[in-house]
């Protein structure tokens, strides 16, 4: 078990930038592969980004590649969500994940944060 802990979301202009933090206290961080994922009002929870845990392999969302960067640094327990050009449609709650692989499907991970929201105006 892991514990995560979202920050870094905000309201920013459509074409702005943010970077979203998930912190997970422990030594074990390092033994995860870690996920972003986004819900919108009414909407499915979907895949955003994944990272391996050895930081070699990403997979992005044809929605964000090109504009978003998963990135996680171990020594700190964290793993980043760079975002620029937003657009409004990326206006969600963002959730980090900590799972055994860096899958799309999110009932492959095991922990969760409690979400942090992005808005994006237009």
């Known amino acids: 078990q892991v514990q995560l802990v979202e920050s870094g979301g905000g309201l920013v202009q459509a074409g702005g930038s943010l970077r979203l933090s998930c912190a997970a206290p422990?030594?074990?961080?390092?033994?995860?592969?870690m996920g972003w994922f986004r819900q919108a009002p009414g909407k499915e929870r979907e895949f955003v980004a994944a990272i391996s845990r050895n930081t070699g392999n990403t997979n992005y969302a044809d929605s964000v590649k090109g504009r978003f960067t998963i990135s996680r640094d171990n020594a700190k327990n964290t793993v980043y969500l760079q975002m620029n050009s937003l657009k409004p449609e990326d206006s969600a709650v963002y959730f980090c994940?900590?799972?055994?692989?860096?899958?799309?499907?999110?009932?492959?991970?095991?922990?969760w944060g409690q979400g942090t929201q992005v808005t994006v105006s237009s």
């Open positions: 422990g030594r074990t961080f390092s033994n995860y592969a």
């Open positions: 994940a900590a799972g055994m692989i860096p899958t799309t499907n999110s009932g492959s991970y095991r922990n």
